[in-house]
């Protein structure tokens, strides 16, 4: 009576088992036929692939240095290097830039890349693009092709910054005959060129066969996207991917710590996780009251607890690939007696402040140990989690209805849009520090450093924010993988060296 | 018959033309304005007034509306704020890997429930049977995306078996599309297999104690020829019913179930675009799923009809 039930269980199981064996076998077979191929999980997927009129990290990550170059390059150690400039002369009085251009390049559509090239990308900054961060180019007066291979930039004035922002995205030199369907078609003179994009998947590029520099080794990589954390690991531990390029949850690590399989690789970004304060409204307007937060916080603790102790303290709004980096974690050292006093001093007693952060892991974790930290001190912290980034965009950036928040400013060398501009969202009014980044723009490399120095140091004693800890870059890739960027310095993930593992 | 259809179709009309007026203004109230999320944090104001009249969001909204509604109705769905693209196509290419995902959940719930549901109704009296509906109880229980991990973890974090993830359309590749549905349309399945299963258990336990089977097993025929031949149809009707109702949860189950897998589905480009606040693909996608909804149960008042003739004569 119950045989055909016993049946269809069985022949369930057989057709289970078949095609999991099947699973099994493909799944391996494919894993060793594509040696020249490596795949990289990200979390944060372009929008489109025009970085000229929509804003993001993504589209650079992706695409800078891999398929647009600009006219120079960060290094791992974020120094200013040459890259479709072989060399470039700086005038006496600093405001004309003379690029000599490597005369060997080609664009993917088969066009030279000339000195026009170059004065038409700059131009273009000014007159077609969209993003805010088309700002950095209004310093520049005039761009003049002198023959092909030079180009003679003229400023405005003096300005360090303007050469250190041509390694962004600003910088990326594209073809005049190239710009019809940036948000499709991307052509530039980088060692990859776009090969297909799955929306919502992947992005597939394979080596530019024509690339002028050391040809890539890796013969096609693909750029993977994943929403959730979680499934980033299991692509990784399963063999989905080659690398994940950048561990959401430091938590997680320890699923990788078979070192004959994976390996981490921990390097610095320029990403400063900050506890913004509100300068200018009470009570965060008093000095003695966000002295006091800073004494009260132990971040030694808040970075253990909150990112599993990865990442760096680092005492103020510089990261240490900065030239002008100073370790100034002595300046507030954990003293929650002090903390007390000052608040007494400052005639503060049971005060509440509103910490509205974004929904970010970091944000989140790290406002936990804020608010219990601070506790301990007599003030009360109420957390309110704001989603990102329409929310907290709206709410804590462009209102600045919020007493502290916390998020990490990813942006290189951002100082000085951060505590440079009083209407920027922490109200942070100085001129005197004002003063002393304007000199350092202008000056000489040493009195650069000097200047950022002295305004960064004046930043953290007047405790414009707390920097709570320096954002870790961690990569996990399969051992062996090499050429990953260990540092994340600039806008761009760096795929120009990678070259897969033996295994 | 042909009374009830109507009535049947007028409220599905009513209902696609509330919710799409429900849905706009729900959007429409969501804090953060897409131009300013396009454009970045430092966006002057001038940029992104510019912004606001590119998309057009700065028209009063009862002609944004009138607008949005005469392009449904004609089958455009706009041009998304963030990707410039046309958004139907981008719903059509994605509703390709939903449907699929739904479909083939559907099927596994159906393997799952039928078999279960109605050995549990034949031997209701026995341990087994009552193990049979512990086991759909905790099934009910479990969410998709709960079922989802665990199924990772084992055939494809464990065992190596399955892949974690991803997605490789049936054209490029049919071995790796399938076993790339494979875990999260079990992941579906399974679940609603269990609710359905109980279902199925009660609809022929009900047919059991009709007086036809009875008769038909008094001439000698087996239980479950009896069931098959005579009962079938009438246990049908609760469970199509339900079945309905389920395909509704399975659509949204699919749209975590999704992010679990990375699947590049409706369920991804609708989480994608509230992110990025790209109202119209947002609106667009939402109204393709409302619709999608209203349709199954229309279709299930239609089978429901079918199915059982007393119901024709009703209206």
């Given at each position: 009576m119950t045989r055909p039930f016993v049946r269809l269980v069985a022949v369930t199981a057989t057709v289970t088992l078949a095609i999991t064996a099947a699973g099994c076998s493909s799944e391996s077979s494919g894993g060793s036929a594509s040696t020249s191929s490596l795949s990289v999980g990200f979390v944060a997927e372009p929008a489109?692939?025009?970085f000229t009129s929509t804003d993001g990290a993504a589209i650079p990550q992706a695409?800078?240095?891999?398929?647009y170059e600009g006219l120079v390059k960060l290094d791992q150690d974020g120094k200013v290097v040459p890259l479709l400039a072989e060399s470039w002369d700086i005038s006496p009085d600093r405001k004309t830039y003379t690029f000599h251009l490597r005369d060997n390049v080609t664009f993917t559509n088969g066009k030279k890349f000339t000195a026009d090239d170059v004065v038409f990308s700059i131009n273009r900054v000014k007159t077609?693009?969209?993003?805010?961060?088309?700002?950095?180019?209004?310093?520049?007066a005039n761009a003049a092709k002198k023959d092909d291979t030079t180009a003679v930039v003229t400023l405005t004035k003096p300005s360090n910054s303007w050469l250190y922002k041509?390694?962004?995205?600003?910088?990326a030199i594209f073809s005049r005959d190239g710009v019809a369907d940036l948000a499709n078609k991307p052509i530039g003179t980088g060692p990859y060129k776009l090969d297909s994009w799955r929306r919502g998947d992947a992005i597939t590029y394979s080596a530019n066969?024509?690339?002028?520099?050391?040809?890539?080794?890796?013969g096609k990589v693909v750029l993977k996207y994943f929403k959730d954390a979680t499934a980033l690991n299991n692509a990784l531990l399963t063999g989905g991917?080659?690398?994940?390029?950048?561990?959401?949850?430091?938590?997680?690590?320890?699923?990788?710590?078979d070192t004959s399989k994976y390996e981490v690789i921990e390097g610095t970004t320029t990403g400063e996780v900050l506890l913004s304060?509100?300068?200018?409204?009470a009570p965060l307007d008093n000095k003695l009251v966000r002295q006091a937060i800073r004494y009260a916080i132990d971040h030694k603790a808040l970075l253990d607890t909150a990112w599993a102790g990865r990442g760096q303290l680092i005492?103020?709004?510089?990261?240490?690939?900065?030239?002008?980096?100073?370790?100034?974690?002595?300046?507030?050292?954990?003293?929650p007696a002090k903390a007390k006093e000052l608040l007494a001093q400052a005639g503060q007693s049971n005060l509440k402040l509103r910490l509205r952060i974004p929904n970010l892991p970091y944000a989140v974790a790290s406002a936990q140990v804020v608010k219990s930290q601070l506790a301990a001190v007599g003030i009360t912290v109420d957390i309110e989690p704001l989603e990102f980034p329409a929310r907290w965009l709206d709410v804590?950036?462009?209102?600045?209805?919020?007493?502290m928040s916390i998020i990490?400013?990813?942006?290189?060398?951002d100082i000085t849009a951060i505590f440079g501009?009083?209407?920027?969202?922490?109200r942070y009014n100085n001129p005197k520090v004002q003063e002393l980044f304007a000199k350092a723009d202008s000056g000489t490399e040493d009195e650069q450093v000097a200047g950022m120095k002295e305004a960064a140091r004046i930043i953290s004693e007047d405790a414009?924010?707390?920097?709570?800890f320096l954002f870790p870059n961690l990569i996990v890739a399969?051992?062996?993988?090499?050429?990953?960027?260990?540092?994340?310095?600039?806008e761009s993930f760096d795929l120009s060296v990678l070259s897969p593992s033996e295994a | 018959m042909g009374l009830y259809l109507l009535v049947r179709a007028a409220v599905l009309v009513v209902s696609t033309a509330v919710a799409s007026v429900v849905v706009f203004a729900v959007m429409a109230v969501l804090p953060g304005d897409p131009a300013e999320v396009a454009l970045g944090?430092?966006?002057t104001a001038e940029a992104v007034a510019a912004k606001r009249a590119e998309f057009g969001t700065d028209r009063p909204l009862v002609t944004q509306f009138l607008d949005w509604v005469a392009g449904l109705s004609t089958g455009d769905f706009g041009v998304s704020y963030?990707?410039?693209?046309?958004i139907g196509p981008q719903i059509v290419d994605r509703l390709g890997v939903t449907l699929w995902l739904v479909l083939f959940g559907m099927l596994m719930a159906i393997i799952v429930a039928v078999p279960l549901g109605t050995a549990a109704a034949v031997r209701h009296r026995s341990i087994g049977g009552l193990l049979l509906s512990g086991i759909s109880q905790v099934g009910v229980a479990v969410p998709a995306f709960l079922a989802g991990i665990l199924l990772v973890f084992l055939f494809?974090?464990?065992?190596?078996?399955?892949?974690s993830g991803g997605y490789t359309p049936i054209r490029e590749d049919p071995t790796a599309w399938f076993q790339q549905l494979l875990l999260p349309s079990l992941s579906l399945g399974l679940v609603q297999g269990a609710v359905l299963s109980r279902y199925v258990r009660s609809a022929v336990l009900d047919v059991m104690r009709e007086d036809y089977i009875r008769t038909a097993r008094a001439k000698g025929l087996g239980l479950y020829r009896a069931l098959w031949k005579h009962g079938a149809r009438n246990a049908a009707i609760p469970v199509v019913t339900v079945l309905g109702l389920q395909l509704a949860t399975l659509l949204i189950g699919a749209v975590v179930v999704e992010r679990v897998f990375t699947l590049p589905g409706l369920g991804s480009l609708l989480l994608d675009g509230v992110a990025n606040r790209d109202l119209l693909l947002v609106q667009g996608t939402v109204m393709v799923l409302v619709v999608a909804v209203l349709g199954i149960n229309f279709l299930v008042d239609v089978l429901y009809a079918l199915l059982d003739p007393r119901l024709r004569g009703v209206r």
């Amino acid at each position: 009576m119950t045989r055909p039930f016993v049946r269809l269980v069985a022949v369930t199981a057989t057709v289970t088992l078949a095609i999991t064996a099947a699973g099994c076998s493909s799944e391996s077979s494919g894993g060793s036929a594509s040696t020249s191929s490596l795949s990289v999980g990200f979390v944060a997927e372009p929008a489109n692939l025009d970085f000229t009129s929509t804003d993001g990290a993504a589209i650079p990550q992706a695409l800078l240095v891999n398929v647009y170059e600009g006219l120079v390059k960060l290094d791992q150690d974020g120094k200013v290097v040459p890259l479709l400039a072989e060399s470039w002369d700086i005038s006496p009085d600093r405001k004309t830039y003379t690029f000599h251009l490597r005369d060997n390049v080609t664009f993917t559509n088969g066009k030279k890349f000339t000195a026009d090239d170059v004065v038409f990308s700059i131009n273009r900054v000014k007159t077609d693009w969209k993003v805010s961060l088309k700002s950095a180019m209004d310093v520049v007066a005039n761009a003049a092709k002198k023959d092909d291979t030079t180009a003679v930039v003229t400023l405005t004035k003096p300005s360090n910054s303007w050469l250190y922002k041509m390694t962004t995205r600003i910088g990326a030199i594209f073809s005049r005959d190239g710009v019809a369907d940036l948000a499709n078609k991307p052509i530039g003179t980088g060692p990859y060129k776009l090969d297909s994009w799955r929306r919502g998947d992947a992005i597939t590029y394979s080596a530019n066969e024509n690339y002028w520099g050391t040809k890539p080794k890796v013969g096609k990589v693909v750029l993977k996207y994943f929403k959730d954390a979680t499934a980033l690991n299991n692509a990784l531990l399963t063999g989905g991917i080659d690398v994940i390029s950048t561990v959401q949850a430091p938590e997680s690590i320890q699923q990788f710590s078979d070192t004959s399989k994976y390996e981490v690789i921990e390097g610095t970004t320029t990403g400063e996780v900050l506890l913004s304060f509100n300068n200018s409204k009470a009570p965060l307007d008093n000095k003695l009251v966000r002295q006091a937060i800073r004494y009260a916080i132990d971040h030694k603790a808040l970075l253990d607890t909150a990112w599993a102790g990865r990442g760096q303290l680092i005492g103020s709004m510089v990261p240490p690939t900065d030239p002008w980096y100073e370790d100034l974690t002595n300046l507030y050292p954990h003293d929650p007696a002090k903390a007390k006093e000052l608040l007494a001093q400052a005639g503060q007693s049971n005060l509440k402040l509103r910490l509205r952060i974004p929904n970010l892991p970091y944000a989140v974790a790290s406002a936990q140990v804020v608010k219990s930290q601070l506790a301990a001190v007599g003030i009360t912290v109420d957390i309110e989690p704001l989603e990102f980034p329409a929310r907290w965009l709206d709410v804590v950036f462009k209102q600045a209805d919020y007493d502290m928040s916390i998020i990490n400013h990813v942006e290189p060398r951002d100082i000085t849009a951060i505590f440079g501009n009083k209407n920027y969202y922490l109200r942070y009014n100085n001129p005197k520090v004002q003063e002393l980044f304007a000199k350092a723009d202008s000056g000489t490399e040493d009195e650069q450093v000097a200047g950022m120095k002295e305004a960064a140091r004046i930043i953290s004693e007047d405790a414009a924010g707390d920097f709570l800890f320096l954002f870790p870059n961690l990569i996990v890739a399969k051992k062996g993988t090499t050429g990953l960027p260990k540092n994340l310095v600039s806008e761009s993930f760096d795929l120009s060296v990678l070259s897969p593992s033996e295994a | 018959m042909g009374l009830y259809l109507l009535v049947r179709a007028a409220v599905l009309v009513v209902s696609t033309a509330v919710a799409s007026v429900v849905v706009f203004a729900v959007m429409a109230v969501l804090p953060g304005d897409p131009a300013e999320v396009a454009l970045g944090v430092n966006a002057t104001a001038e940029a992104v007034a510019a912004k606001r009249a590119e998309f057009g969001t700065d028209r009063p909204l009862v002609t944004q509306f009138l607008d949005w509604v005469a392009g449904l109705s004609t089958g455009d769905f706009g041009v998304s704020y963030v990707t410039s693209d046309r958004i139907g196509p981008q719903i059509v290419d994605r509703l390709g890997v939903t449907l699929w995902l739904v479909l083939f959940g559907m099927l596994m719930a159906i393997i799952v429930a039928v078999p279960l549901g109605t050995a549990a109704a034949v031997r209701h009296r026995s341990i087994g049977g009552l193990l049979l509906s512990g086991i759909s109880q905790v099934g009910v229980a479990v969410p998709a995306f709960l079922a989802g991990i665990l199924l990772v973890f084992l055939f494809a974090v464990t065992w190596q078996a399955l892949p974690s993830g991803g997605y490789t359309p049936i054209r490029e590749d049919p071995t790796a599309w399938f076993q790339q549905l494979l875990l999260p349309s079990l992941s579906l399945g399974l679940v609603q297999g269990a609710v359905l299963s109980r279902y199925v258990r009660s609809a022929v336990l009900d047919v059991m104690r009709e007086d036809y089977i009875r008769t038909a097993r008094a001439k000698g025929l087996g239980l479950y020829r009896a069931l098959w031949k005579h009962g079938a149809r009438n246990a049908a009707i609760p469970v199509v019913t339900v079945l309905g109702l389920q395909l509704a949860t399975l659509l949204i189950g699919a749209v975590v179930v999704e992010r679990v897998f990375t699947l590049p589905g409706l369920g991804s480009l609708l989480l994608d675009g509230v992110a990025n606040r790209d109202l119209l693909l947002v609106q667009g996608t939402v109204m393709v799923l409302v619709v999608a909804v209203l349709g199954i149960n229309f279709l299930v008042d239609v089978l429901y009809a079918l199915l059982d003739p007393r119901l024709r004569g009703v209206r």
